[in-house]
């Protein structure tokens, strides 16, 4: 079992950056490759980035490629997210999810997920 607790979002302008952070419980962090996703008001929950088990490999949305940077940190459990240059249209609850697989882009390839923070990006 593993609990997932994000932090960090907020309100900030357009080009604007913001750092979130998904502090998991448990001893076994990093035997899961990490994920974040967001799912803005009226849309479907979206992939935005992965991060494998050893933090060598990650993989980006074409719409967040440049702008977004995931990494860990498995000695403190955690993974972030940092995202400059940030735009309204990525204004979204944005998600930390944990996954046994391989490092995918996929939503139903999670096992765990967190509550969500909210990320607002005023033009």
């Known amino acids: 079992q593993v609990q997932l607790v994000e932090s960090g979002g907020g309100l900030v302008q357009a080009g604007g950056s913001l750092r979130l952070s998904c502090a998991a419980s448990g001893r076994t962090f990093s035997s899961y490759s990490m994920g974040w996703f967001r799912q803005a008001p009226g849309k479907e929950r979206e992939f935005v980035t992965a991060i494998s088990r050893s933090g060598s490999t990650t993989h980006y949305a074409d719409s967040v490629k440049g702008r977004f940077t995931i990494s860990r940190d498995n000695a403190k459990n955690t993974v972030y997210l940092q995202m400059n240059s940030l735009k309204p249209e990525d204004t979204a609850v944005y998600y930390c999810?944990?996954?046994?697989?391989?490092?995918?882009?996929?939503?139903?390839?999670?096992?765990?997920w967190g509550q969500g923070t909210q990320v607002t990006v005023s033009s």
């Open positions: 999810a944990a996954s046994q697989k391989f490092y995918s882009g996929n939503a139903n390839d999670y096992d765990y």
